[in-house]
């Protein structure tokens, strides 16, 4: 995708001050995506085929705001990371509000595809946080 | 009802300990981490005491023979319904014929042994005494004065009470408490201390001391510098307390825990403070600890921060409740 | 009597008072009634008699604890003796033998007969001073110092229930089994507690104890 790199700069500047974790430009050869990773916001150019992935895939909102954590506290991994399998309703990640931890769970069996919000990082209520592929049950649509 | 499927050895059912037959020569028992324990019960909407189970052998597995809300607080053992994963420290849902695993825990934030199975109500064995916690010696209490064992049925009180699934950061990240990276307890001196040697004195707070493996519920025997008195002591028998730091005749510290005899003769250099015996229930045997001087006040300042600590989980898991009750 | 009581904090948990001088059944009545006045505290939770000693488990550590300690204090010095005299209880022991295991080192450390020791052990009437150690179990007053032999260097992992034995100065019969540092000189048949029973424990303070002779195994 060619994208004016001036035009780029200038997204990256903005998306820096807010907290929006991820922002995506589609053209007609594939799709620029902008990812904010603590202070810093790295661009992607994202394959016509990966992007197609990217087409089914879904994505994990933050259920309220808070502390967005990418383990349980007590974990030295994280709880999800591009390519891990988890069962619907599993936790992908946590909300931490004062000592209360919320469950950012996965809405169906999936792969996921991407953590989208910083370890450590504050949202608000539907922050995209964790992209996921749903896995295909064998149910036609 | 919780039915115990594998792995019981040493689980029993405690609360936060029997307070009040000291004077029958009964124990306290309970909890040897009292905060994992209330913990659990804040996230369920029980009152902080009801009775879990507290599993230091792994791995354990029981299922669930009704709907049963429950949470698992303490080390983290990794839990899994019918194989699925839950978050330590989390309000879960089981539904009826569920089985949770807890498996031996593996690398983690916070090194920690013993894990508290948490229901919604709480387990609802008998009182006995003023408590439900397992009397070992006395064999009453808990789940027929004894141990659970495979096959047990463990009754529940009203278990499936509604209620959201949100869990809590365990305390010891707001807590932290170590010594030149050496997780530590805070300790007052008791009566004989000025007995010791300055020698063992000196040793007492400079030692980093070894958690043998002879530890358990009843005592955490220590090893490490050699503590003399400056002559030898024959004590009267008096009450004593979980948390005791007793030194007999060989030199090597025992702490008295939980399932500790009520009274003693031996000489007790000093005692852990209250507000500290639950990061000491949780030490793993072959790791080591530091005792760490303190006054009074810091003494009691650790214990309001105890307090405060669980008022706040309390005031904030008790928004949520009322949001997941719709307001009522 | 000569001498302070001493005072010594159980980490925040509790305080432990030591009367001074020897251990006497005068000074015991009087814990007993320092316990009675200081249960009724609302900063105490639970008085526990031990021998010519009492602990206080605070129900809420008090922040003055110099003021408690006082307090404490000046309550000593103002109880009367509480007359308790309670019912007397015989149990019939067997000494020596497989039922007492560490005859022998009592003794090679008294210097004393078997025979002697039995004469010795069975000639009182114990008085019940307190309960503690595990269920049931009474601290009792009242041994001939001359049988005094003292706590085991390495505890026995597990006594029999009944088994009669002596530790330090003090005297004892264990309620059920268990570890123990005292030395076991004989054994003998009675149950001290019962959880189902009201009161649950055989015994109170008060009440007392003789030791009747049955066999000795030499």
Known sequence: MSVDPAFVAQLSTWLAATDIAVLELRGPDGTLRLVQAGSVV???????????????????????????????????????????????????????????LQAVSAPCDCIVEGVLAAHGATVGFGTPLVAIVPIDTGETP | MIEIVAGAALATVQDLGRVGALNLGVG????????????????????????????????F???????????????????????????????CRAQAGQSLTLSVPGPSAWRATRAY???????????????????????????????????????????????????????????????????????????????FTPQAQASLWSCAWKITPQSDRYGFRLAGDELKPRVPLELRSHGIVPGVIQVPHGGQPII??????????????GVVIEADLWRLGQAPP?????????????????????????????RIAGLQHRAGEGGR | MTGAPHLSLLGTTGLLFEAPGDTTLETQRRIWALARET???????????????????????????QAFKDRLLATWTAVEPLPYSGRCVDLPVSYGGEGGPHMADVVAHTGLSIDDIVALHAEPTYTVYALGSHPGYCYLGGMDARIATPRRKVPVLKIPGGAVSIGGSQTGVSASAGPSG??????????????SRTPPALLQPGDSIRFRPMRVLR
């Not at chain 1, 502390?67 to 007590?74: E, S, Y």
């Not at chain 1, 974990?75 to 990640?93: I, K, N, V």
């Not at chain 2, 299922?63 to 839990?79: I, K, M, N, S, Y």
């Not at chain 2, 009180?157 to 010891?172: C, E, F, I, S």
């Open chain 2, 117 to 195: 199975l948490c229901v919604a109500g709480g387990i609802d064995v008998p009182v006995v005494l003023g408590s439900r916690s397992t009397q070992m010696r006395g064999a009453f209490g808990g789940h027929e004065g004894r141990p659970l064992q495979t096959g047990d049925l463990v009754p529940t009180h009203a278990a499936d009470r509604a209620g959201p699934d949100v869990g809590l950061v365990p305390p010891v990240f707001d807590l932290p408490l170590d010594v030149d990276g050496v997780p530590a307890v805070r300790v007052l001196p008791a009566a004989e201390y000025d007995a």
């Open chain 3, 182 to 195: 005292w030395n076991t000189i004989g054994t003998t048949d009675m149950t001290f507690f019962d959880v």
């Open chain 2, 28 to 59: 306290v028992a309970g909890a040897m981490d009292p905060m994992a324990l209330a913990a659990g019960n804040i996230l369920l909407g029980n009152e902080e005491g009801a009775a879990a189970i507290e599993i230091p052998v792994f791995p």
């Open chain 3, 39 to 65: 249960e009724r505290w609302a900063s105490v939770r639970e008085a526990v008699p031990g021998m010519n000693n009492l602990m206080l488990v605070f129900a809420d550590p008090p922040r003055q604890l």
């Open chain 2, 256 to 269: 008295q825990m939980r399932d500790a005899q009520p009274s003693g003769g031996y000489p007790k250099i």
């Open chain 2, 61 to 91: 597995t029981v299922r669930f023979t009704e709907p049963t809300r429950f949470a698992v607080t303490g080390t983290d053992c990794a839990p899994a319904l019918d194989g699925k994963a839950v978050p330590p420290w989390f309000a």
């Open chain 1, 42 to 100: 790295r661009s992607e150019a994202v394959s016509p085929v990966e992007d197609i992935a990217a087409a089914e895939a879904e994505v994990v909102a933050a259920p309220g705001v808070g502390v967005f954590l990418d383990r349980h506290p007590l974990r030295l991994e994280p709880a999800a990371a591009p390519g891990s399998q988890h069962a619907a309703g599993e936790p992908l990640g946590f909300l931490r509000t004062g000592p209360i």
């Open chain 2, 286 to 314: 072959g790791s080591r600890i530091r005792f760490a001087p303190c006054t009074w006040d810091e003494a009691l300042d650790a214990a309001a921060g105890n307090r405060r600590w669980l008022d706040k989980a309390r």
